[in-house]
């Protein structure tokens, strides 16, 4: 063999060394290095659930991670903004360009609160307690407007938007305040001239008529000095016990508010009697509350007439002998 024969040949067998030695190092770089080179670039995704949306956003970013589009649902358990689920879950490894999708709960969904202002409290329980909410009697008045154990107010306020089981607070009336007054003499003054203002006094007038000497007819025989407010009075007026056009009697007279929408409607009833026109006091009624004029204790004399307005609008309107 010659000189360049011993060359090549001494080449060809560095090259098959070389050959071995990159295929051996190929080897370990395929089945060693690069898998953990590929592993190492996986991220650990955290626990976000019960975080605040914002707070898990940090979270994620600090690690180098992003959240994929917001998943919005209500939920009873969580308040609102704080993370129910998240995909993938704790403790999964993802690489970098994955997003993690994240559901957000908006909290419990929001109902209207009914009105109960002018129910009576029994009614009010109903009707809150069948919307689903809770009822707190906080604090009882009282009120020359409302019958004893009518609500007067309600908070939250009717119509808005508060989750289910929210305790609502009643204000409930106690009826008219005992305020102890002395009334004038008022013997043989005229009936008519002193019935409007004890009607407005908050009086309750009865009136018994008997035959008098010397008292003219339609005049007052006597009648009780000292008594309260809201007590009934009876005035004994001259006049034959056959005479019975002016005798005194309770309006029976009911009016249902109009069941349209869900707030209270501002009421006022005008009446007309033999002896006087009078307009109650303004009051507001939930839609469907009974007003009952018997049970107010409105006493009218003679023919009446009777009109009821809601909300400014006159909506019933009837006349009684």
């Avoid at 509350?289 to 809601?310: A, H, S, W, Y």
């Amino acid at each position: 063999m010659n000189k360049l024969n011993k060359v090549l040949f001494r080449l060809s067998n560095v090259a098959i060394y070389l050959l071995i030695v990159m295929t051996i190092i190929g080897f370990l770089i395929g089945m060693i290095v690069i898998p953990q080179w590929v592993k190492s670039t996986e991220i650990l995704v955290p626990n976000l659930v019960g975080k605040d949306y914002w707070q898990a956003v940090d979270s994620l970013g600090n690690i180098g991670l992003k959240p994929d589009d917001i998943i919005q649902e209500s939920n009873s358990n969580e308040p609102k903004g704080k993370i129910i689920t998240q995909d993938p879950p704790a403790n999964f490894s993802i690489k970098p360009h994955h997003k993690v999708k994240l559901t957000v709960s908006i909290g419990t969904d929001l109902s209207l609160v009914p009105s109960v202002i002018g129910k009576s409290i029994d009614a009010a329980y109903e009707t809150l307690q069948t919307a689903g909410f809770q009822v707190n009697t906080s604090a009882r008045v009282h009120s020359s407007q409302y019958l004893p154990d009518i609500v007067i107010a309600q908070s939250p306020a009717e119509n808005s938007k508060y989750i289910m089981d929210t305790e609502i607070h009643l204000l409930v009336s106690k009826g008219r305040k005992a305020q102890n007054i002395e009334l004038p003499d008022l013997t043989g003054q005229p009936l008519n001239d002193v019935l409007h203002t004890l009607q407005e006094l908050g009086m309750d007038v009865d009136v018994n008529y008997s035959p008098h000497p010397t008292i003219p007819t339609g005049n007052i025989i006597g009648h009780k000095r000292f008594l309260q407010i809201g007590d009934q009075i009876t005035l004994n007026v001259s006049g034959q016990r056959n005479l019975t056009e002016n005798t005194g009697r309770w309006l029976k007279h009911k009016h249902t508010v109009t069941e349209i929408g869900n707030l209270a409607k501002k009421i006022e009833i005008m009446i007309v009697d033999a002896y006087s026109e009078r307009k109650m006091t303004p009051v507001y009624y939930s839609p469907g509350t009974v007003i009952d004029l018997e049970k107010m204790r409105i006493r009218v004399f003679g023919p009446t007439l009777v009109i009821v307005f809601e909300d400014g609008k006159k909506v019933a309107e009837r006349q009684y002998q």
